[in-house]
């Protein structure tokens, strides 16, 4: 079955101490999380042993895909994403809100 929510989706935070943020998937894990440009960013202090990059590195931390939301392409607003066929019988995500194809 097809993903709901995938690298490089526009989405907003809709639950958490990151609400109302937006930005862009960068990875969706195998355990549903995914980690979004620039929402929960947390430091992490790396030795220059173990690591090309030294000292204190920020980046993005997990998020659970279900506190997460695509946002339509068409309204600019958070909506769910159906799973329907085209006219070709392939599966192609839509907006449930507006009713966009999205990919």
């Known amino acids: 079955m097809a993903k709901r929510i995938r690298k490089d989706d526009e989405v907003i935070v809709i639950?958490?101490?990151a609400k109302g943020q937006k930005g862009r998937v960068l990875a969706v894990t195998?355990?549903?999380r995914v980690?979004?440009?620039g929402v929960k960013v947390m430091k992490r202090h790396q030795s220059p042993r173990k690591y090309r990059e030294a000292g204190i590195i920020e980046r993005e931390a997990p998020i659970?895909?279900?506190n997460v939301a695509l946002i339509c392409p068409e309204t600019d607003k958070p909506t769910r994403v159906r799973v329907s066929t085209d006219d070709d019988g392939k599966k192609v995500r839509v907006a449930a809100r507006s009713?966009?194809?999205i990919d």
């Open 64 to 66: 659970d895909a279900s």
């Open 35 to 37: 980690i979004v440009e």
């Open 15 to 17: 639950a958490g101490a």
């Open 99 to 101: 009713g966009a194809q």
């Open 30 to 32: 195998d355990d549903g």
